[in-house]
């Protein structure tokens, strides 16, 4: 059994993302990063980086980063400080730096040293193919393609230090006769449209949907790719609610309202948990008999730690 943990960060004008995915195989990945210091319910970074530690001992580790943009890379030098990321993989890119940035230092010290660039169709030992018992990780990247005039504008942009979005990759992973996921980062909607018109006869159907930019407006997915792409569920990220396009509510978890989310991938069901209790579920997720509230006794009394929200079949 796999997991997927997507974190949440509620509070503020400015909401990270940042998930991990424990595979059935002998490997770890992280995706971006948010790891703040001080009070509040986005100031987790000791949490997360001990919950990182647990979960991924023992296994291959990599860090992806679809852009550097602070709500993305915030703590990276905790992070590689405490997890040491060995593996980074991030699309190639020379945002200028700022001395005064200790995460973006670190991230422009990790393109430098470790980077293993992403583009499309890129193919690695225990990322994608598998040459010992690790296994691999079913991770592909559809974008971006390096030769595409949009996306190459959108590279000039990030090197005056301009819009960082429009560089993020469309990746997938994928669960051998099971689910499929797939992230874009904060990637806008006119870069989405680029990605459809170039590969519109060769996008992937998935079942699990991460909203590009955190369910933002900007990042509205345009029609003719969400019908490619034919997503069962939908996951909007932590944004002020008046930025957030919510699309089909039947459809749709709002982490807003449903705080760190957890999917167990069993064969082709997975069974999906919140930290809040959510009462508006999504039409996809039915009820699986022994499925239920994960929870804890403390001094003789229950505590919910997840609420079970539905199982997904795919």
């Known amino acids: 059994m796999s997991i997927v943990k997507s974190y949440s960060f509620p509070e503020g004008d400015i909401r990270g993302d940042m998930f991990y995915i424990k595979h059935g195989s002998r490997n770890f990945t992280v995706i971006d990063c948010y790891l703040k210091d001080g009070d509040g319910n986005n100031a987790r970074k000791d949490e997360i980086i001990k919950e990182i530690k647990n979960e991924s001992a023992g296994r291959v580790c990599r860090f992806i980063s679809t852009h550097p943009d602070n709500d993305h890379i915030a703590g990276i030098e905790y992070l590689d400080d405490s997890w040491e990321i060995t593996n980074f993989y991030a699309v190639d890119n020379n945002r200028p730096t700022d001395d005064n940035d200790d995460s973006l230092t670190r991230y422009h010290w990790l393109l430098a040293n470790k980077n293993f660039a992403i583009k499309r169709g890129i193919r690695r030992a225990w990322l994608n193919e598998t040459n010992d018992e690790n296994g691999c990780s079913g991770i592909n990247f559809m974008w971006p393609d390096l030769e595409n005039e949009k996306f190459k504008q959108a590279l000039k942009l990030v090197s005056e230090g301009k819009e960082v979005n429009n560089i993020c990759p469309i990746f997938t992973y994928s669960i051998e006769n099971g689910a499929t996921y797939m992230w874009m980062g904060d990637l806008e909607t006119e870069m989405q449209q680029a990605y459809y018109d170039e590969y519109k006869n060769n996008i992937p159907q998935v079942d699990i949907l991460f909203q590009p930019h955190h369910g933002r407006k900007s990042g509205a997915v345009p029609n003719d790719l969400l019908e490619a792409l034919n997503p069962k569920l939908i996951i909007i990220g932590n944004a002020p609610s008046e930025h957030i396009d919510y699309g089909d509510s039947r459809q749709t978890i709002t982490q807003n309202a449903a705080g760190d989310i957890r ?27 022994g499925k239920g509230n994960i929870t804890r006794t403390v001094y003789g009394f229950s505590i919910v730690d997840w609420y079970y929200a539905g199982t997904l079949v795919v």
């Open 263 to 289: 999917f167990e991938n069993d064969g082709k069901e997975v069974h999906i948990y919140t930290k809040n209790k959510i009462n508006n579920k999504p039409t996809c997720l039915k009820a699986k008999q």
